[in-house]
């Protein structure tokens, strides 16, 4: 079991839909970032919350929106997205510095019709 | 800019034998280097770091890596390779200046047959 729990693990969706994907963690970890990762690839950062402000936004288009409600809680707000977005989205959480490891959820398999 | 990087794409041992999964990295200033596994279907793993202090470092699953400053790698390794550590790893480098972005290899597919 992670100590980060992410929902829904699966979602099809099509490109005019709207959804979210949830992100919990209850360790105290301060900073949270949500990752897209393709098969076999690397995690590509695509935010960073750092006690609950936006710290790092890595050009993501706006069909992405993520939001922070409070230390424990991320979202990632999905609107038109296009069939290229299909992919596993990975939250990760960690304590404020730089130098602690960052601890993954499951992810959500995301599929774009 | 930094990087990292892992040369093989996959490596292929028998149980029983040691492994090592290789990484180098480039960066300005002192590294903070991650290993990472990932099973199918699952999220990633933290296994171990190195931050300061003694070059060898102990991590989760028997695992160890060696930190060489002259030589910018932080190898993974283990003595005796299970089945059950076959999966998909990531080596990982931050920096003090570079607040929450890991930058991650490309990955290291570790097969280890019975």
């Known amino acids: 079991d992670t100590e980060v729990t992410q929902t829904p693990k699966h979602l099809v969706m099509g490109m005019t839909n709207k959804k979210s994907l949830k992100c919990e963690q209850h360790m105290g970890h301060r900073a949270m970032y949500w990752y897209k990762q393709k098969a076999k690839k690397p995690p590509e950062l695509m935010f960073v919350?750092?006690?609950?402000?936006?710290?790092i936004n890595e050009s993501v288009p706006s069909r992405f929106s993520p939001e922070c409600p409070n230390s424990s809680l991320l979202n990632l707000h999905l609107h038109a997205l296009q069939p290229e977005d299909s992919a596993l989205y990975l939250c990760a959480s960690s304590r404020d510095s730089t130098n602690q490891p960052q601890h993954f959820g499951d992810g959500t398999r995301l599929s774009i019709l | 800019a930094q990087s990292v990087a892992q040369p093989e794409d996959q490596v292929n041992v028998a149980e029983g034998n040691p492994l090592t999964v290789k990484c180098t990295y480039s960066?300005?200033?002192?590294?903070?280097l991650f290993w990472y596994v990932q099973y199918p279907n699952r999220g990633l793993q933290f296994l171990l770091k190195?931050?300061?202090?003694?070059?060898l470092v102990k991590g989760s699953y028997g695992f160890e890596a060696e930190f060489n400053k002259s030589q910018t790698s932080f190898h993974l390794k283990k003595p005796s390779a299970l089945v059950s550590d076959s999966a998909l790893y990531f080596c990982?480098?931050?920096?003090?200046?570079?607040?929450?972005?890991?930058?991650f290899g490309q990955g290291t597919t570790l097969q280890v047959k019975p």
């Open positions: 960066v300005s200033g002192n590294p903070y």
């Open positions: 919350y750092s006690y609950e402000k936006l710290s």
């Open positions: 190195y931050i300061t202090g003694d070059n």
């Open positions: 990982a480098v931050n920096t003090p200046s570079n607040t929450g972005k890991l930058i």
